[in-house]
């Protein structure tokens, strides 16, 4: 077995397949020019230092073996805090307590344990100083916030103070499967790049962007 292959082969179990490291690796290590392979070891270094700081979230992959548009093929996350209240036809409950346990994830994520709803989730995807960075983007990351801020303001604080009609079961899934993408966004978050280092091929990587 090759570096390169063996490389991709681990790259793949750390981070999971659709990784931006792997997608990285697999592009740079394709050519054997020296500018290319620098750049190959700079994916690796910047692992490594992902793993050691405990930056680097693996993708959240055990319910993606599961069919397409059923329950357990969300994320474990939406599973585990609404998947009985869901299967009872509690979907109300069961999409509070989906996007109670997305926002309960972000700050675990980010540390922001103080902040709470639109202003936590403005301050972790803020466009110019993120705490989690999803896109080097100004204006998908913008986008980002928005979708994560929205998801607390209209769903959450919405379902938390309001006795709204029952919902039905696909209206709630529909809902249930909006936590579950966000959650899975997050799988792939990344610290946003240090500005007191040196700007280099590291650098670039880790900018990327989330899990």
Known sequence: MSFRVAALHTLALVCGPDHTYVKEFDRESSSSTRNRALASVAILEALRRDLKL?????VEAASLDQPPGSLES?????????????????????????????????????????????????????????????????????????????????????KAHSLEPQLDAQRAFEWLSFASALLRMLDFWRAPPDETQSSGDTNRIRGNQSC
Do not use: C, W
């Open 74 to 158: 969300l994320h474990s996350i939406v599973v585990s805090a609404a998947g009985k209240l869901f299967q009872d036809g509690h979907y109300r409950q069961a999409v509070l307590d989906a996007y109670i346990a997305l926002v309960t994830r972000v700050k675990e994520v980010s540390g922001l344990t103080e902040l709470d709803g639109k202003p936590l989730m403005q301050r972790v995807f803020s466009a110019r100083n993120p705490v989690i960075r999803l896109s080097d983007d100004e204006g998908v990351q913008v986008g980002y916030m928005e979708l994560f801020s929205g998801a607390v303001a209209a769903i959450r604080n919405q």
């Open 54 to 58: 405990g930056l680097l979230r693996r």
